[in-house]
């Protein structure tokens, strides 16, 4: 069995937010970046980019119950904004390797993973990052994180790649033979639900469950073969959606218990997600497709541009942002928020 720096990088098979990721067009505001002033010479360290914002961007989050936004992707872009999206600054990262995800438990402690396993933190809200944890050997990527507080928390990767923290980031422990995954499946999504339950999804239909924070991991009977690429929970404490290829989606109320068909209305593969007012959800994905699961009944939508979305995060101003390949963009306010947006 491999774990950190076993795991061997094995070819040919996709992994989230490299092959998935495809251009993301222009949207109803023009989005500005600006550079942080001290200069990218450090060769470990990201270049600061006027153009950071218009770059790759793999995954965007609400820096706690905060009023920034952070987001991360290519080449160790991290970028921030206080005006709810309008306007971006890049900020210095000690690492050039691409961005995966990005999870803020506070309003001030955050971490971010990627390539080469590579795990940032920062304690006041995103100006400033440590690197705290990479494995250059084992060559794979970390695909998500999801701290259930300060101080513990998850990042999951490719082929079965799992490290835990109990201590807010200064050690990292093995995880990977705690959990069936004979096959080395890649880990895409991991998060915790209302009750506490912890989910985990992959590729292959694999879906977990943890009912002790993570000490142990059950492998759930699953709904579908394809690969799930998100987890969102639902407002009722054991719900949640599992979403991935080609438009499948599931959801369940019982922590995981069984898995009901959520009819999407598309055959377009899904990302990511985020809440919106109220019990209601968006889950964007490829051609430029938004599902917004809402009352009085679901809707969905595409761009116009058939551009590819990847994340989304709701602003302080109850707007949403959306990130993907040619960067970050703002969603209007007002309903419905997704239709207008799909027209422009």
Same mark, same amino acid.
């Given at each position: 069995m491999r774990g950190p720096s076993g795991v061997r990088a094995l070819p040919g098979r996709a992994l989230k937010g490299i092959?998935?990721?495809?251009?993301?067009?222009?949207s109803?505001?023009?989005?500005? %970046?600006?550079?942080?002033?001290?200069?990218? %010479?450090?060769?470990?360290?990201?270049v600061l980019s006027e153009k950071a914002s218009?770059?790759?961007?793999l995954d965007?989050?609400?820096?706690?119950?905060?009023?920034?936004?952070v987001a991360v992707g290519d080449r160790g872009?991290?970028?921030?904004?206080?005006?709810n999206g309008y306007d971006w600054r890049q900020v210095s990262v000690p690492s050039r390797q691409m961005l995966t995800a990005v999870?803020?438990?506070?309003?001030?402690?955050g971490f971010a993973v990627g390539h080469d396993a590579v795990i940032l933190k920062s304690t006041d809200g995103g100006?400033?990052?440590?690197?705290?944890?990479?494995?250059l050997d084992a060559e794979v990527p970390l695909l998500d994180i999801m701290m259930m507080d300060e101080q513990t928390g998850f990042a999951v990767g490719a082929y079965g790649y799992i490290v835990r923290t109990e201590d807010g980031g200064e050690t990292w422990d093995d995880w990977f033979d705690m959990i069936e995954n004979e096959d080395e499946f890649h880990y895409n999504a991991i998060t915790q639900i209302g009750d506490g339950t912890l989910l985990l999804a992959g590729e292959a239909g694999l879906l977990y469950r943890s009912l002790d924070g993570g000490e142990t991991w059950e492998l759930l009977e699953s709904p579908y073969e394809g690969s799930f690429f998100g987890i969102i929970p639902s407002s009722d404490p054991g719900s949640a959606i599992v979403f991935g290829l080609r438009g499948n989606a599931f959801k369940t109320v019982d922590a995981g218990e069984s898995w009901g068909e959520v009819d999407t209305g598309t055959?377009?593969?899904?990302?990511?997600?985020?809440?919106?007012?109220?019990?209601?959800?968006?889950i964007v994905g490829s051609s430029g497709t938004l599902f917004e699961m809402s009352d009085p009944e679901p809707q969905i939508h595409s761009r116009s541009d058939r551009a590819t979305l990847l994340s989304a995060s709701k602003a302080p101003d109850n707007s949403l942002v959306v990130v993907g390949e040619t960067g970050v963009h703002r969603m209007p306010v007002g309903k419905p928020a997704v239709a207008t947006l799909s027209e422009q």
């Open positions: 092959t998935a990721a495809v251009a993301l067009a222009s109803l505001h023009t989005v500005s %970046v600006q550079a942080n002033p001290i200069a990218a %010479v450090n060769s470990d360290h990201a218009s770059s790759l961007l965007i989050t609400r820096a706690g119950n905060g009023q920034r936004l872009h991290v970028l921030i904004s206080d005006n999870s803020f438990p506070t309003a001030t402690t100006e400033s990052w440590t690197k705290v944890y990479d494995d055959d377009q593969t899904l990302f990511g997600a985020v809440h919106i007012d109220g019990n209601g959800q968006v």
